[in-house]
């Protein structure tokens, strides 16, 4: 089940260039698990105290409730005027890509740019006389590549929760009990908001998500997400160990599904367009919605 994916900051847009910090403001930033606890590290704070401080939806998302600046947009809650970013050793993939994006086919990655005229330009006049560099050069000089490695790694998370929901719902008899609650609950959390798919899940599974054991190190991005995983996966056994009936089947797919969603959205996915997507799968192996 082959997922496109597309990081890139999206306005309603940072970089580091110039300490004017125009890309730092009116923008979303979305987050992995990983990234939360680096940003954390670079704050020298507990991930959780630094999810409950700078972040919105359960961390999926940094909050900009900064002062307003460029253009009269809010800032990041990272953001500090004539410093620029306070965790800037820390910074997440879409930031250090910025004003570039990044696309994931299959195998196949790709640095994009998604517009008509280029946004540093018009924020930051200045950068026109900066030296020239080429794209290779400027992704190399942005140390991306633990960055890279631990968005492949929790989209390998996001497809396992979504495995997990259709096992849950191909598998238990669900599907052939012409239940259609499961796929419209699927649907549904796909079109909610990042702060209602968060309430929804719960604080317990929450946090379960987005702050792993805050033991782990997060020197390797990789082994820091398939420890992660490997929690979720026992979490979800010894809750779900024990059903017993058709309708808990299709509460615990949800949930799984709730998951594969809400950290779709920290790695740049479109959650409706990933529910469908996961629907029409689901659909074809003899599930209604
Ligand atoms: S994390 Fe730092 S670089 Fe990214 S938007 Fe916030 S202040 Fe700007």
Redesign the pocket.
Known sequence: MPVTTKLS?TDNL???CSRS?T??HG?M?NLNPWELAC?AEAKEMPPRQFRDQYCESGGIR?RFDGRPGWKGLP?????RPDF?????PG??L??RLYPLGRQKQNEEQFYIYQGHEFPCLEGCPEVDGLPRMTVADYITGQAVRSFEAAQDEYLEVMQNLADGAFVLLLESGLAESDDRKTLRLWRQMGSEEPQQLAQRLGNRWIDRLMLPDPADSIADPVSFSRRHYDLLLSEAEESFGTMEDLPAYSEASGLMMGLALHLGRGLGTDPSELAEHWINTAKKHGARD
């Open positions: 900051l940072p970089l580091t910090g890309c730092c923008k930033v940003l940094l800032a990041c809650s990272l953001y620029g970013c306070s965790a800037h910074r997440p879409v930031c």
